[in-house]
Each structure stands twice: as structure tokens, then as C-alpha cells.
């Protein structure tokens, strides 16, 4: 099994992995604010943001059905502050376009208000290209892979916001937003934060669990409801928890649910859920990625990558799979944080509902 993961968590969904070197983090005292919003317009916000990064691209081609949705800001009440993430893919119509699409975003982007605070190749053994950008006056950033030998060659997307207040008597509302409106020859579906929450979401190549990527790629789970799904995936969550095995606090992350690309969005779903770990001593943040190297194998999990990431701060980070959970996780120590902290992202294979009934979003 494989998995691509893109903010947020962060992202989603969680989008999104997490990056640093970054103003938007998923780090609650380090996101940039984002005002004074509800979910739906700070929605409306990101996908407009997602839309013009697709107008820069230039070249024809389709992109994916996804959704935005509506994630915490890690370490604020969840019933008042947010962040929205939107994964998203394009494949262009040639193949060929893909290498200029990527050279054409990296030169075009700053002249549209992005920093771009990395690009480069990952460490995956695909070594695929990847860009991180900020942008201070969308309070927005995105996360984008250039996945030249997946088939088809895509680009894998990951946009997310900052992190917005509900207006006062207000709750945050959570769900999943229909696709970028925009009229066009494609057919829309629509970090860091995106993926510095993640975001959302990055994508990690080399493993079929995806965020952004072929249906055929991921696999399946079964039959299950939304709310089971999710208490299952929360308790693969738990179980990694107790292979830390240091004393600590754990982020009241909640798992979101997103669809399985290029498949029925009302009857099939995946779960994702994005947490942290902050270990009561510092000094037991190596100790706590130690005990998770050398326990998940003993636990059923085949551990497909494990080492610096390509972030200014070279993060370590793990990338594991379990056929036995039909999930897999990646998880990045941030030891440059303050505080130093985990980061985790728990994703689930792809689910289909009972029949006669829709996938409940949340």
C-alpha cells in the first residue's frame, strides 16, 4: 500500500505533513490570523485563492473533484477559531506539459504576491520536484508536487488558509464545500501551512492511501459509516499514541472525512486525522520518534521512509503503512519548535457506505 498525503493534513484534510520556515503553522501560537470570518466565506476565500493558482498554470488539462474543509487551529477552541484546507490535483492534457507547468508556477507566483520559501526535490525515491509558498496579503499558503512518474503525471495541490475567528454568538461550522466555481475547458474538483498545517496537507510519493491521486491507487476498507470510520482511525491514532511512550499532551485533533478520488463522493469517503505530541521534557522528543521506529514494525507497520526532510530545519520524519489497519501515518519531529512537538497524520483506506445510505460529512 501506498500514500500520498497532502495540509492539510494539514489538510486535509488535512492536508496536510507539516513544513517549517514558514509564517502559517500548524502550531496554534505560530498561525497567521486570518480575521474575523465564517466557514463558508473563508471557504469562498481559499477557493479563490486555489483558482488563481490554477489560472497561473497555463496549459490544459483536468483537475480533481476535491472539497474544501474545515479543520481546527491547533491549541485554540475548536468551536471558535478554524482554518479550511483544499487538496486538489491537475493532470495535464500532454505529459510533457508537466516539468513547464512547474517552472512556469515557480516564476510566476511572486509576481502574484508568493513567497516562495522552498522548491526543490523531496526525499522520496521518486525525488519529486515540490514548492512551498506564502502568501502574507491572502493569508494563504499552498504546497505543490510535480508527481512525474505517477501515471498520469499529476500535479498534487494543498492550499490553506490562516487561521480565522467566527463572529461573536457564532460556532464553527464543519463540512466539506462543493467544488472551485469557475467556468472553464477543465472540470474542476477542486502549505508552509498548507502543508506547515500541512497543508494540508504534503503528498508523500512512494506509497496507494492518497490525498490527491488515482482511485485505483487506494485501497479499500470496506463497508463502514462515516462516524465508524473515523472512531476506527482515531483508534490507530491511539495506538501510536501508546508506542511514544513518553509522557506528554496530545493535540484534541478531530478526523475529517474526504472522498476517494474519482469514485462516488456520496457512497465512498477516507478518513484523515491530524494531531500533534508535545512531550512534557524536550529532551524526549528524539526518545518519542526512537520508540515509534522501533516499535511500529512489531505492531504491523511497514515503515516505507524515515529521515530529514528537505525543510531549512531538516526534520526528521517517518512514512509508514499498515495492511492490517488499511492506513498509513506520517509523522515529522519538529525539534526546532517552540515547544518541540510531533506531528502526525493518520490516514485511512478508502470506505464504502452501507447501501441506502450517503456519506456523512464532517
Given at each position: ?114 513567497k516562495i520559501v522552498e522548491y526543490g526535490p523531496d526525499t522520496s525515491k521518486n525525488k519529486n520536484m515540490r514548492l512551498t509558498a506564502d502568501n502574507d496579503a491572502k493569508r494563504a499558503s499552498v504546497h505543490i508536487i510535480e508527481m512525474a512518474k505517477d501515471n498520469p503525471p499529476m500535479l498534487s495541490v494543498d492550499v490553506a488558509s490562516g487561521c480565522h475567528q467566527v463572529p461573536d454568538g457564532r460556532k464553527v461550522e464543519h463540512f466539506q464545500a462543493t467544488g472551485l466555481r469557475r467556468t472553464s475547458d477543465v472540470t474542476f474538483r477542486q502549505s508552509t501551512a498548507a502543508l506547515c498545517a500541512s ?164
Amino acid at each position: 500500500m501506498k500514500i500520498k498525503l497532502g495540509v492539510l493534513a494539514a489538510a486535509m484534510p488535512l492536508a496536510l505533513t507539516t513544513l517549517t520556515g514558514c509564517s502559517m503553522t500548524d502550531s496554534g501560537s505560530d498561525i497567521l490570523s486570518a480575521g474575523t470570518s465564517t466557514s463558508s466565506d473563508a471557504a469562498d476565500a481559499v477557493e479563490a485563492v486555489s483558482s488563481g493558482i490554477y489560472d497561473l498554470i497555463g496549459v490544459k488539462g483536468k483537475t480533481s473533484d476535491s472539497r474544501a474543509t474545515v479543520t481546527e487551529c491547533s491549541g485554540k477552541d475548536p468551536n471558535t477559531y478554524f482554518r479550511v484546507l483544499r487538496p486538489w490535483s491537475f493532470t495535464p492534457a500532454s505529459p510533457g506539459d508537466l516539468e513547464a507547468v512547474m517552472q512556469r508556477l515557480r516564476e510566476a507566483m511572486p509576481k502574484h504576491g508568493w513567497k516562495i520559501v522552498e522548491y526543490g526535490p523531496d526525499t522520496s525515491k521518486n525525488k519529486n520536484m515540490r514548492l512551498t509558498a506564502d502568501n502574507d496579503a491572502k493569508r494563504a499558503s499552498v504546497h505543490i508536487i510535480e508527481m512525474a512518474k505517477d501515471n498520469p503525471p499529476m500535479l498534487s495541490v494543498d492550499v490553506a488558509s490562516g487561521c480565522h475567528q467566527v463572529p461573536d454568538g457564532r460556532k464553527v461550522e464543519h463540512f466539506q464545500a462543493t467544488g472551485l466555481r469557475r467556468t472553464s475547458d477543465v472540470t474542476f474538483r477542486q502549505s508552509t501551512a498548507a502543508l506547515c498545517a500541512s497543508l494540508a496537507l504534503a503528498a508523500v510519493a512512494g506509497c496507494g492511501t492518497t490525498f490527491a491521486g488515482k482511485s485505483d491507487d487506494v485501497p479499500s476498507v470496506g463497508i463502514g459509516t462515516s462516524r465508524d470510520a473515523a472512531a476506527r482511525t482515531q483508534k490507530v491514532s491511539s495506538r501510536l499514541r501508546d508506542l511514544i511512550g513518553v509522557k506528554g499532551t496530545a493535540s484534541d485533533g478531530s478526523p475529517g472525512v474526504q472522498e476517494c478520488s474519482g469514485k462516488d463522493r456520496d457512497r465512498y469517503f477516507r478518513i484523515f486525522h491530524k494531531w500533534s505530541f508535545h512531550p512534557a521534557s524536550e529532551g524526549d522528543l528524539d526518545i518519542a520518534m526512537r520508540n515509534l521506529k522501533q516499535g511500529m514494525p512489531g505492531r504491523g507497520w511497514k515503515i516505507v521512509e524515515y529521515g530529514p526532510d528537505t525543510s531549512a530545519n531538516k526534520n526528521l520524519m517517518l512514512i509508514a503503512d499498515s495492511e492490517a489497519e488499511k492506513a498509513g501515518v506520517h509523522i515529522t519531529r519538529m525539534a526546532k519548535r517552540n515547544p518541540p512537538k510531533l506531528s502526525l497524520m493518520v490516514v485511512s483506506g478508502c470506505y464504502r457506505v452501507p447501501d441506502g445510505q450517503k456519506v456523512e460529512h464532517f
